[in-house]
């Protein structure tokens, strides 16, 4: 039973998958006035949104579907392709998160008149005399605190995390005992977007082709040519279609000149790095020097750094190596299992 939910109207942010039924299932069993509500950001959504109506069928709830394809459009799959555009390593599930899961989708929840709005996402909140504390879940293994740091501080005060206190072993069982037939749907992994190979999918939506260019070492040595620097990524190893005695990565990448930058392995760390554009929340921003952990990709192990405050910038200071910190990625900041808030990687 989920505490301090009884007859309060609470929207919940369907997906079609396990961990959304679930969390729909609980909070009407703990006597919310749930209804559910599902974005439609693709057209193959469809499959989706009939897997959500399914199950809000089963627990008699009403479920509202939201077309949001254009917003999505414009504010995920163009920030996407822009930053790859420019050389960058972008994560689109954070803009997704901030101007879609967590920005249109509420607004439309309460108009509804939703009072709360949860989601199936793993993590955990506490709300204490208005302070809001982002929390890691029991189950790191499924971790999903690091794209929500980037979430706007004030749409956690309307949200609610139901699965933050469960495995996902716990979440499956409770959908099978009660007869929810998504209990064994697999989960989605890659980018919801992505059909097709990351290079392949920009040069056809911006109808250009980007053209072969060279591949060079740390000091513009051409060691071979390449079909184009947005098919790769900082830190990638296989693909690069070059034989040497020694093991070679993507190092950096220059879109000016349509370069590809090649290294070992040792070159992709970095003694610091800059995060801009910082979204604390759950501390104030600091003022003084701290250390805490960084996540830097999500579901990694976290590194121990020293944080520096630069006026609306931080240098981050790894005090344990940290591989292929690229800009474009989004750092997490957490104290023990306190997500203290994050940034962009320049």
Known sequence: MIKGVKGKKIAVAMSGGVDSSVCTFLLKQS????????????????????????????????????????????????????????????????????KIKFGALIKEAEKLGAELVATGHYARLTKRT????????????????????????????????????????????????????????????DLCFLDREKGDFIEDNIHQKIGKGNIVDKDGNILGKHKGYIHYTIGQRKGLGISLHKRLYVIDIHPDKNEVVVGERKDLFNKYFYVNKLNWVSIDTPKKPFVAQVLVRNKTKPKKVRVIPEGGKVKVVPLEPIWAVSPGQIAVFIKKDVVLGGGWVI
């Open 31 to 98: 006597g919310a006035d749930v209804f559910g509500i599902i974005a439609k950001m693709l057209p193959k959504d469809e499959k989706e949104i009939v897997s959500a109506k399914r199950i809000a069928d089963i627990l008699g709830i009403n479920l509202y579907v939201i077309d949001l394809q254009k917003k999505f459009k414009r504010e995920v799959i163009n920030y996407f392709i822009k930053e790859s555009l420019n050389g960058k390593n972008p994560n689109p599930c954070v803009p997704c998160n901030q």
């Open 130 to 189: 208005g302070k809001i504390t982002l929390k890691r879940p029991v189950d790191v293994r499924k971790d999903q605190s690091y794209v929500l740091a980037m979430v706007p501080k004030e749409a956690f005060s309307k949200l609610l995390f139901p699965l933050g206190g469960m495995s996902k072993e716990d979440v499956r069982a409770i959908a099978k005992n009660n007869n929810l037939p998504v209990y064994d749907k697999p989960e989605n992994q």
